[in-house]
Each structure stands twice: as structure tokens, then as C-alpha cells.
């Protein structure tokens, strides 16, 4: 038996007692994380589970199609749950004040597909080989002979395709595209949820684009270019925080460049590092590694306390050992 058929086995076994589920995801969901939760919780209650979807953060406007029935939200008072499952979530850090139901929980299953996850479930299934936990959820629901309705296909469809860029990321497999053509089976209808997922920007996030174009800077070798957000910007654009998803991709698809960073300044004064890479010979998951945070070798993150300018010269340096630039 394959090892990720023995895992899959050991969470639908968890899963067959538990009445009570709550399914949580990390801050500043994402369209895997919520994909991937609202997926699992529309198969769960099919099960006849009792369920509730809770994040720290609301879910993101643009995604906010994906919930017509308003799954995602905060309980109104602290409750035991026979079951959590973390989706997504590298480590309980992420989680944000959902983590506290942790501890009034039965069991904990942690299902992901981030290299830097630190085990912390009951029962933990990590792959970090998988390009999203959209694509195990997928597995899951297959294996576990639950019916994928046409909803939870344009949710799981939404997982895979934006945490693998539409498709167009090294962590790509085979099977990935398996899991697409089963997905559209279902029901997905690709070109209207892909209007819905990528051309459906607004007014703030083109203004917070104009942004990055006029601030961001580029090493003298082009290799490495980063920019800052910072508060002031987010007002003058009347944005919020989940209209700076994705805005580091338009400087890592400068040709030169081998990796990308954005700095972002945290109203508790900490300071948010996206970091992003297109080589496979600089692995951004060591980079954030060494300011405690992580994710995957593409892609990564971490948070910094101390001086903005000093996170700044800090990132960049190790940005550059990483590199090997000279500069």
C-alpha cells in the first residue's frame, strides 16, 4: 500500500465518528485555502457532518462568489468540536485566533502540501510534492466515494489553478491536469470562473498596480526586484489587504529577474515578506526559513519584527547569498 493511500485511509477513519467538524484555514485565505475548506465542508455535510468553516480573515471579495451559501464564518461563541481539520495551514502560527479551537477539540487533522509544515496535527497529511491541498482534497473526496457536485468542482477547480499559477508552475504533475479534466467533468465551467478568478480586477488593485510600477527597484543585475506596501499606499488606492494578492508576480515576470520580494508594514509594526522565485537553483523556502517562517522552494514567506529598513537590508542580503549575486 502507498504511503499516501495509508494517510488518505487514516484521515477518512478519523473522519467516521465526528459529528461535530470545524474546518479552518490560515490568515489571508487564499483561493487553495478556501477551495479547499469550502470543498471539504460541502462533502462533509453530504456526509450528514455537522459543520462549521472558520477563518481569522474574511474571505477575500474576489472570492467571495465561491460561498453562496455563506459557510465561511465566525462561530458566535467558542465551542468544542469533535474534530478540527486545518487545511492549508503550515503550522499553527498560521491559523491566527482560530488556532484557540484547537485546544478544545477531540482531534486534529492537518491536511497540506507546504514543504516547511511542522506535523502538528493528530493525524497529518502533508505532501509537499502536491501543487496545492486542492488537489488532495480532490483525492480525498475520490477515495472516500463522496459525489464532487458542481459547485464543490468550480471550488476545487479554483484551489488547483491559483496556487499552480494556471497551471504554469514547476510543481505541476501529470495528475495534476488529471484532476483538471475530472474537475470540468463535474461541472466547471473554465472560462467563466476564469473571468471571475483573473479578469475581474478592481479599481483599487489596478490602482495598487500603478503602485508597484512606479516604486518598484531592480538590482543593478536585474536578477532581484522588490517593492514596499505600506498603509499609506493601501489608502491612497482604497484597497485592503487581499487586493495585494498576486501583485508580486508582475515583477518576477520581469525577464531578468530570478527572484521577487515585497515588503509589506503591519499595523503591529512587523513587517510581511512575499518572496518568490523562478529558478529552481534558489529555494525561497531556506530564505524565509531563516526568519522563521517558510512555505515552498517557488514560493514563501515570513514576518519581521524590527525596523522596516533593517528587514529590508536583512532579506536582501540573504536574497543575495541566495543568489550569489556580487552586488
Given amino acids: ?10 484521515v477518512l477513519a478519523a473522519l467516521e465518528t465526528p459529528r461535530n467538524v ?3 484555514g490560515h490568515v489571508r485565505p487564499d483561493g487553495d485555502c478556501i477551495g479547499s475548506q469550502l470543498a471539504l465542508a460541502h462533502a462533509l455535510k453530504r456526509a450528514g457532518k455537522r459543520v462549521t468553516v472558520w477563518n481569522a480573515d ?3 471579495a474576489k472570492l467571495a462568489f465561491l460561498d453562496p451559501d455563506g459557510l465561511l464564518q465566525r462561530p458566535a461563541r467558542r465551542r468544542r468540536f469533535d474534530c478540527v ?6 503550522n499553527p502560527e498560521r491559523l491566527g485566533e482560530t488556532g484557540a479551537c484547537i485546544g478544545s477539540r477531540r482531534q486534529l487533522i492537518n491536511i497540506d502540501h507546504h514543504q516547511s509544515n511542522t506535523r502538528y496535527g493528530d493525524v ?4 509537499p510534492a502536491s501543487p496545492s491541498t486542492g488537489e488532495l482534497i480532490h483525492q480525498l473526496c475520490r477515495r472516500a466515494g463522496w459525489a464532487i457536485t458542481p459547485l464543490m ?22 495528475g495534476t491536469f488529471t484532476t483538471a479534466a475530472d474537475l470540468v467533468r463535474g461541472g466547471v465551467r473554465v472560462g467563466e470562473l476564469c473571468r471571475r478568478l483573473y479578469q475581474s480586477q478592481s479599481r483599487a488593485r489596478v490602482e495598487l498596480l500603478r503602485h508597484v510600477y512606479q516604486s518598484f527597484k531592480l538590482s543593478p543585475d536585474g536578477c532581484l526586484a522588490w517593492f514596499w506596501l505600506r498603509p499609506r499606499d493601501l489608502a491612497r488606492a482604497g484597497a485592503d489587504r487581499s487586493d495585494t494578492d ?3 508576480d508582475h515583477i518576477r515576470s520581469i525577464d531578468t529577474v530570478v527572484a521577487a520580494c515585497v515588503f509589506e508594514e503591519l499595523e503591529d509594526g512587523r513587517v510581511r515578506v512575499s518572496l518568490r522565485s523562478k529558478s529552481r537553483s534558489v529555494d525561497v523556502n531556506r530564505v524565509a526559513a531563516r526568519f522563521g517562517g517558510g512555505g515552498h522552494p517557488a514560493a514563501a514567506g ?4 524590527g525596523p522596516p529598513a533593517s528587514a529590508q537590508r536583512r532579506v536582501l542580503s540573504a536574497l543575495r547569498e541566495a543568489l550569489e549575486c556580487p552586488f
Avoid at 163 to 168: E, I, K, N
Fill in 1 to 10: 500500500m502507498s504511503s499516501s493511500l495509508r494517510i488518505i485511509r487514516q
Fill in 22 to 24: 470545524c474546518i479552518v
Fill in 58 to 60: 474574511p474571505i477575500p
Fill in 85 to 90: 481539520i486545518a487545511t492549508d495551514a503550515a
Fill in 124 to 127: 497529518n497529511w502533508v505532501e
Fill in 153 to 174: 468542482a468550480d471550488l476545487l477547480f479554483t484551489a488547483v489553478s491559483t496556487d499552480t499559477g494556471s497551471f504554469q508552475y514547476d510543481s505541476v504533475r501529470p
Fill in 246 to 248: 498576486g501583485l508580486i
Fill in 302 to 305: 515570513a514576518r519581521l519584527s
